[in-house]
């Protein structure tokens, strides 16, 4: 076999080592060995940046070295150190230069960043979108969200605290999703998320809530489960018993 | 759609039903409930024949439903509970294994399929029934008696042991009475 060294190898195999080497590393060290794999890095178009993860003097560096059109993957934390703040973040960065976007993910920011940042997502497929919110989700907040979904043709979408209980606002008709991840929602929600999504194949929730008849049933055991665990007595095996053999 | 996950699920057996009645198409179903009452969710011929007439593509079912105020009386209860989970329908045709077990120390009463969808770490001794035939194990927490007890069964002190009486008396009868014990090293 003769020798095989990394500039032989073709650029494909080398974008896919590049997909598991750190930003940093590939802007300050990788793209400065030699002039070919400066080339291999220009041509690269799917950078991740983690916001979380960088220092100071990477942030510089990435500014300055790395086209926004290049990125594929964007995580952006509302919780981070102070130098890496979400407001430097946005002063530094134009969301809107994000034009080959694949997954964007937004991690406990306040509700004004999210709206400010969702409405200038310009991605014209998003593969994933993922939003943990910090606040509880207003109307007009949610409104903003639905449209980006449509927008950008989110696939999967992944709003884990996100309760869609309030179905004044219609849920997106021409959404393209196929994976959906929230926390809780009505039952009429649940018939406007299954009746406008007409891609959707996988739906994750923590629960639905029956707001009919049957709610007050509901609070009714809990209540009664509730006072049981205080007591930890009556219900006994024979009343299950019963129940098995005279269902009602 | 073909998947859905309900990872807290606090509706009606009713409800849950008219719900899945939607979504004829499910392939994949997963269920996770803390119910206030042993109720109709725990009926595995209920889930058979909802099955049956409503969700005639599932091929994979994890359920994990807990229930935690009952007071346990033998095995009685296993029995009732997990046989109708052991019909062909569950065993042959779709080969969802189901089994039950029951923790004493906090009454809470779990039945699940294999393997289990949520973590169930054993913390306190618990009785367990085999997924296939029905036998009731009871399966103590080593750290409850050292090795020496566990050697010598009819010289059991546990008058060191942290144990509530009532739990105690479990264990006791447990170990007089099932043949089949298994202590965890």
């Given at each position: 076999m003769t020798d095989v060294s990394l500039d032989t190898l073709p650029v494909e195999i080398l974008h896919r080592i590049l997909d598991n080497i750190d930003v940093s590393t590939i802007v300050r060290s990788v793209r400065c060995v030699c002039r070919q794999l400066y080339a291999v890095v220009n041509s690269y178009n799917r950078f991740q940046l983690d916001f979380t993860r960088f220092t100071s003097s990477d942030l510089k560096a990435i500014f300055r070295l790395i086209e926004f059109s290049k990125v594929s993957s964007l995580v952006l934390s509302g919780s981070q150190t102070s130098q890496n703040d979400i407001n430097v973040c946005l002063k530094n960065v134009n969301i809107a230069e994000f034009t080959n976007l694949r997954s964007f993910s937004l991690f406990r920011v306040r509700n004004d960043h999210i709206n400010e940042i969702i409405q200038h997502v310009t991605a014209r497929s998003l593969a994933s979108l993922t939003i943990i919110l910090r606040e509880f989700l207003n109307n007009r907040i949610t409104s903003s969200i639905f449209s980006a979904i449509v927008r950008t043709n989110v696939q999967k979408l992944y709003l884990n605290?996100?309760?869609?209980?309030?179905?004044?606002?219609?849920?997106?008709?021409?959404?393209?999703?196929?994976?959906?991840?929230?926390?809780?929602?009505?039952?009429?929600?649940?018939?406007?998320?299954?009746?406008?999504?007409?891609?959707?194949?996988?739906?994750?929730?923590?629960?639905?809530?029956?707001?009919?008849?049957?709610?007050?049933?509901?609070?009714?055991?809990?209540?009664?489960?509730?006072?049981?665990?205080?007591?930890?007595?009556?219900?006994?095996?024979?009343?299950?018993?019963?129940?098995?053999?005279?269902?009602? | 759609m073909v998947s859905l996950t309900i990872n807290n699920c606090h509706m009606l057996m009713e409800d849950l039903q008219q719900l899945l009645q939607l979504t004829p198409s499910l392939i994949h179903l997963k269920l996770v409930s803390d119910r206030p009452t042993l109720d109709r969710m725990f009926v595995g011929s209920d889930w058979e024949q909802f099955i049956l007439n409503h969700l005639r593509s599932l091929n994979k079912f994890q359920f994990f439903l807990t229930c935690d105020t009952i007071v346990f009386?033998?095995?009685?209860?296993?029995?009732?509970?997990?046989?109708?989970?052991?019909?062909?329908?569950?065993?042959?045709?779709?080969?969802?294994?189901?089994?039950?077990?029951?923790?004493?120390?906090?009454?809470?009463?779990?039945?699940?399929?294999?393997?289990?969808?949520?973590?169930?770490?054993?913390?306190?001794?618990?009785?367990?029934?085999?997924?296939?035939?029905?036998?009731?194990?009871?399966?103590?927490?080593?750290?409850?008696?050292?090795?020496?007890?566990?050697?010598?069964?009819s010289n059991l002190d546990v008058s060191n042991c942290n144990i509530r009486d009532d739990v105690l008396q479990y264990v006791v009868e447990a170990i007089l009475n099932y043949k089949v014990t298994y202590f965890f090293k």
């Open positions: 605290n996100m309760n869609y209980t309030n179905i004044e606002i219609s849920w997106p008709n021409q959404n393209t999703l196929q994976h959906l991840t929230i926390k809780r929602c009505t039952y009429e929600g649940y018939c406007a998320i299954l009746d406008n999504s007409h891609s959707l194949s996988t739906l994750v929730i923590d629960d639905c809530v029956i707001q009919n008849a049957n709610t007050m049933q509901t609070l009714y055991t809990v209540a009664a489960s509730n006072s049981a665990k205080r007591q930890r007595t009556d219900t006994s095996i024979f009343v299950l018993l019963n129940f098995m053999i005279y269902p009602h | 009386n033998g095995e009685t209860i296993f029995n009732y509970l997990i046989s109708p989970f052991q019909s062909r329908f569950w065993l042959n045709e779709k080969q969802w294994l189901v089994t039950c077990d029951y923790v004493p120390r906090s009454s809470t009463f779990r039945i699940y399929t294999l393997p289990a969808c949520r973590s169930v770490e054993i913390r306190w001794h618990l009785f367990r029934v085999s997924a296939t035939d029905s036998k009731c194990r009871f399966i103590l927490r080593p750290t409850l008696f050292d090795t020496e007890l566990q050697r010598s069964s």
